[in-house]
T-cell receptor, first 109, second 117 residues
Framework: RKEVEQDPGPFNVPEGATVAFNCTYS??????FFWYRQDCRKEPKLLMS???SGNEDGRFTAQLNRASQYISLLIRDSKLSDSATYLC??????????FGAGTQVVVTP | EAGVVQSPRYKIIEKKQPVAFWCNPI?????LYWYRQNLGQGPELLIR????????DSQLPKDRFSAERLKGVDSTLKIQPAELGDSAVYLC???????????????FGPGTRLTVT
C-alpha cells in the first residue's frame, strides 16, 4: 500500500464550476501537509500548506481530517489556468516528504 | 532572487554510460533534496542533505548512484552505469531549516530529463 494515495483523475471540470478531491495517507504520525501544483513538463510548485483548522487561499480551500487520515482540496470558480496535476504531500516526524502520484484536473471552456 | 538551478536540462545517453547532474540551491537554503520522477508518478526522494550531511539516503540505489554536496551548497548526483530503467526526470529541491525541527516548503528546480537508450 502506498503511503500517500490520490485519485489520478482526470477530473474534467467546466470553467466556473467547483471541483474537490481527496488524498489519503497511511502514517497516523504524519505531521505536515501540503498541496503542490505541477504543470505538464514543469517542476512542482507549492500551492498551499494545509493546517489542522483548514485554510483558504482565494479560490482554493484545503482541509485536514486527522481521524480519517485524509486531506482535501477544493477549487471554486475554476479557471482554465487551474488545469494541472495536484500533488498531495505529507511529511513524517523526521521531515521526510512523501508525494502522492497526483490528481489531474482539466478545466474546459 | 534566483531559484533552484539545475543542469543539464536534458540528457540522452546509452545504457552503461555514466551521467551526472548538478544542482545549485536557493541561496541560504541548507537542506537539499534529490528526487526522481517517473511519468504519471509523484517525485520519489533519492537523498536529502542538511548542509554537507546526507541525513536520508535510504532510497538511493547505492550500487550505481552516488551524490555529494561539498561545502554544503552545490550538489552533484551521479549514475554509473546507467540502465534503461533510469530514464526519468531528476529534480533537485531546497528548503530552509532543519527538517527534524521545522518543516518548510520545498522549492524545486526545473529538473533534468534523462533518457537512457
Amino acid at each position: 500500500r502506498k503511503e500517500v494515495e490520490q485519485d489520478p483523475g482526470p477530473f474534467n471540470v467546466p470553467e466556473g464550476a467547483t471541483v474537490a478531491f481527496n488524498c489519503t495517507y497511511s502514517n497516523s504520525a504524519s505531521q505536515s501537509f501540503f498541496w503542490y501544483r505541477q504543470d505538464c513538463r514543469k517542476e512542482p510548485k507549492l500551492l498551499m500548506s494545509v493546517y489542522s483548522s483548514g485554510n483558504e487561499d482565494g479560490r482554493f480551500t484545503a482541509q485536514l481530517n486527522r481521524a480519517s487520515q485524509y486531506i482535501s482540496l477544493l477549487i471554486r470558480d475554476s479557471k482554465l489556468s487551474d488545469s494541472a496535476t495536484y500533488l498531495c504531500v505529507v511529511t513524517d516526524s523526521w521531515g521526510k516528504f512523501q508525494f502522492g502520484a497526483g490528481t489531474q484536473v482539466v478545466v474546459t471552456p | 532572487e534566483a531559484g533552484v538551478v539545475q543542469s543539464p536540462r536534458y540528457k540522452i545517453i546509452e545504457k552503461k554510460q555514466p551521467v551526472a547532474f548538478w544542482c545549485n540551491p536557493i541561496s541560504g537554503h541548507n537542506t537539499l533534496y534529490w528526487y526522481r520522477q517517473n511519468l504519471g508518478q509523484g517525485p520519489e526522494l533519492l537523498i536529502r542533505y542538511e548542509n554537507e550531511e546526507a541525513v536520508d539516503d535510504s532510497q538511493l540505489p547505492k550500487d550505481r548512484f552516488s551524490a555529494e554536496r561539498l561545502k554544503g551548497v552545490d550538489s552533484t548526483l551521479k549514475i554509473q552505469p546507467a540502465e534503461l530503467g533510469d530514464s526519468a526526470v531528476y529534480l533537485c529541491a531546497s528548503s530552509f531549516g532543519e527538517t527534524s525541527v521545522l518543516v518548510s516548503e520545498q522549492y524545486f528546480g526545473p529538473g533534468t530529463r534523462l533518457t537512457v537508450t
